[in-house]
């Protein structure tokens, strides 16, 4: 372990910052799907639900699996795999889950899209259990709320203008967007999306990013006051 960074590095937290523009473009993107899967599989408002609750689900089952893989293996996954090989690996995930796409509309799956929408965000999980300690452990620790900050102002970005380019890639103009939407629709967009996703994990891939960041060195005194349960932590707990 290394003293404390005096500066943020830029060149490794700019590129970094690109899935935090993913999480919140593809889940605002969500809500474009409601109405396009509840008109095209003639579903009712609360089975139409289910596309929100199959992404949102996944972050929970993927921290229970990724919590247990690294049970099972005695390390932490991120540490045995390295933050970028880590992030690389979530970002395939959720490429393989927008894959689904294309044949869950030619077979006229609902099922099968919630399924691709499901390893989306399996993808996503891992992604931020990575993203978000490599963000502050790219800089001075006193200035790490700074970087999340920052990168919670792109991953708003992102929500803001992902259902714009979803909505207009489906629907077309605003004069068409009236007129009868095919499941079908959806395959492009996704596919491009997914093309992307592994367009980014092969470019932080490549890139400068640490594979395993240095650590600031905790004094003894620290130490010792971080021992047992993490429900110890106040600010973890109340939060």
Same mark, same amino acid.
């Given at each position: 372990?290394?003293?404390?960074?005096?500066?943020?590095?830029?060149?490794?937290?700019?590129?970094?910052?690109?899935?935090?523009?993913?999480?919140?473009?593809?889940?605002?993107?969500?809500?474009?799907?409601?109405?396009?899967?509840?008109?095209? %599989?003639? $579903?009712?408002?609360?089975?139409?639900?289910? =596309?929100? #609750?199959? /992404?949102?689900?996944?972050? +929970? *089952?993927?921290?229970?699996?990724?919590?247990?893989?690294?049970?099972?293996?005695?390390?932490?996954?991120?540490?045995?795999?390295?933050?970028?090989?880590?992030?690389?690996?979530?970002?395939?995930?959720?490429?393989?889950?927008?894959?689904?796409?294309?044949?869950?509309?030619?077979?006229?799956? %609902?099922? $099968?899209?919630?399924?691709?929408?499901?390893? =989306?965000? #399996?993808? /996503?999980?891992?992604?931020? +259990? *990575?993203?978000?300690?490599?963000?502050?452990?790219?800089?001075?620790?006193?200035?790490?709320?700074?970087?999340?900050?920052?990168?919670g102002?792109i991953?708003?970005?992102?929500?803001?203008?992902?259902?714009?380019?979803?909505?207009?890639?489906?629907?077309?103009?605003?004069?068409?967007?009236?007129?009868?939407?095919?499941?079908?629709?959806?395959?492009?967009?996704? #596919?491009?999306?997914?093309?992307?996703?592994?367009?980014?994990?092969?470019?932080?891939k490549l890139?400068?990013?640490?594979?395993?960041?240095t650590?600031?060195?905790?004094?003894?005194?620290?130490?010792?006051?971080?021992?047992?349960?993490?429900?110890?932590?106040?600010?973890?707990?109340?939060?």
């Open positions: 372990m290394s003293s404390e960074q005096t500066q943020t590095k830029w060149g490794q937290f700019i590129p970094l910052v690109t899935v935090f523009f993913f999480w919140g473009f593809v889940a605002a993107s969500n809500d474009i799907l409601i109405p396009v899967f509840k008109k095209a %599989f003639d $579903l009712s408002q609360a089975e139409s639900q289910l =596309v929100s #609750l199959a /992404f949102y689900i996944a972050y +929970t *089952v993927g921290a229970l699996i990724y919590n247990g893989i690294s049970v099972l293996i005695g390390q932490d996954i991120v540490n045995k795999l390295g933050y970028k090989n880590s992030l690389a690996l979530g970002l395939v995930i959720s490429a393989l889950g927008t894959l689904l796409f294309y044949p869950a509309a030619n077979l006229h799956s %609902f099922p $099968l899209m919630l399924s691709g929408l499901f390893i =989306v965000a #399996l993808g /996503f999980s891992l992604q931020q +259990t *990575v993203a978000n300690p490599l963000a502050i452990a790219l800089g001075p620790i006193t200035t790490g709320s700074q970087r999340l900050t920052l990168a102002g991953n708003n970005f992102g929500t803001t203008i992902g259902p714009l380019i979803v909505s207009f890639a489906i629907f077309g103009s605003a004069a068409n967007a009236s007129t009868d939407i095919s499941i079908e629709s959806v395959k492009i967009p996704y #596919l491009i999306l997914g093309v992307a996703f592994i367009a980014v994990a092969i470019f932080l890139s400068s990013l640490p594979d395993r960041p650590l600031v060195e905790a004094s003894s005194e620290d130490t010792k006051s971080i021992k047992g349960s993490a429900l110890k932590y106040p600010n973890w707990f109340w939060g």
